[in-house]
């Protein structure tokens, strides 16, 4: 299974559309998905609130930055380590 973290914040518009493709595309059981409200957290404000949503593996660090389509979640996601 891959853990992945969505960086995200309260109303976000951009965020819903990028939820609404992880939706799409994930299978059940495929991938457990946290959104992260980067508000909360000064380091994360820093390195992503020009940035999101930005999905990132929890794993290897490996980020897919916004905007991206089905097609190219699919292919991040088979390119990361699957355990």
């Given at each position: 299974m891959l853990y992945l973290d969505l960086m995200t914040t309260e109303g976000c518009h951009l965020c819903e559309d990028a939820i609404a493709v992880l939706q799409q595309v994930l299978v059940a059981g495929q991938a457990e998905v946290d959104l992260v409200d980067i508000v909360y957290e000064p380091k994360l404000m820093e390195l992503y609130a020009e940035r999101i949503p930005v999905l990132v593996d929890r794993g290897t660090g490996q980020e897919l930055g916004?905007?991206?389509?089905?097609?190219?979640?699919?292919?991040?996601i088979d390119a990361l380590p699957h355990c």
């Open positions: 916004w905007p991206f389509e089905a097609q190219q979640l699919r292919q991040f």
